[in-house]
């Protein structure tokens, strides 16, 4: 037996929890790290998933029309499949992923922020067999200001754009996913979900918001 395992046994009872406890930690670790290596290495130099075989033809980027969601739709267009951007501003991102690459590209124009936008939204989609949903869309408040500063309009602003997109927007494609019984949906959190920054304050809890509902479209 390792020395160390040895004289934690010997401890008696306390010593076998210590053992428990050693083990579940390493066990943590181990699938901590088997993630990055998968994430951050195999990703970039294993061979390339086919998005349209393992997922389906299109991919819905909420907020896509900028920002780190345009990047989301610039690269599943780089893997051959269609895309949707739906965002309030188009910037041109129809043109752009169109002269680089061979697909279709649908906008829909939508301010998230308005709590009445889900039935049309779900007959634009209706057509598409969708096979990536990225909830990209998020926004946080230019100025800082202390929770009990902010105006009940920007609060519920924030409820509708970080929190019940996220949850109407999954619940709108998994039901066409699961008879597929193929897709993936990606929730985009921020570190902001671990660490607490106090003029940052409903970012935290809405983003930890994100991951739950993440877990529960899993199940
Ligand atoms: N940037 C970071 O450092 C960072 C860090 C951690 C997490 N994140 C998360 O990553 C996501 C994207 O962040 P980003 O920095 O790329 O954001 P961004 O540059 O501000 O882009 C946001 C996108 O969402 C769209 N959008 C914003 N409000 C909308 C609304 N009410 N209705 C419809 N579309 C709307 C914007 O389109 P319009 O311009 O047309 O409104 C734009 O396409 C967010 O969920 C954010 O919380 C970002």
């Known amino acids: 037996m390792i020395p160390f395992v040895a004289d934690l046994v010997s401890c008696g009872f306390f010593g076998w929890v210590g053992v428990a406890v050693s083990v579940l930690w390493l066990l943590w670790l181990a699938e901590e790290v088997y993630r990055g290596f998968m994430n951050f290495v195999w990703s970039r130099i294993g061979p390339k998933k086919d998005f349209v075989k393992t997922y389906g033809k299109w991919a819905v ?24 951007v739906i965002s309030k501003d188009e910037f041109n991102i129809t043109e752009e992923i169109r002269s680089k690459y061979p697909v279709e590209v ?21 057509q598409l067999e969708i096979g990536v949903l990225a909830n990209n869309v998020g926004m946080f408040l230019r100025d800082l200001e202390l929770f009990f500063n902010t105006s009940r ?53 809405l983003q930890e918001f994100r991951r739950g509902v993440l877990l529960v479209s899993r199940s």
């Open 106 to 126: 649908k906008y829909i124009n939508v301010d998230f922020s308005n709590p009445k936008v889900y039935d049309g939204l779900e007959k634009e989609l209706s």
């Open 153 to 205: 309009d920007n609060l519920d602003k924030m409820v509708e754009v970080n929190v019940k997109t996220v949850v109407m927007m999954t619940q709108m494609v998994l039901k066409k996913m699961v008879p597929r019984n193929k897709g993936l949906i990606i929730n985009i959190g921020s570190l902001s979900s671990v660490l607490t920054f106090p003029i940052r304050h409903s970012l935290r809890s």
């Open 61 to 84: 980027v909420t907020g896509g029309s900028d920002g780190i969601g345009k990047g989301w739709a610039m690269e599943f267009a780089k893997r051959g499949m269609n895309i949707c």
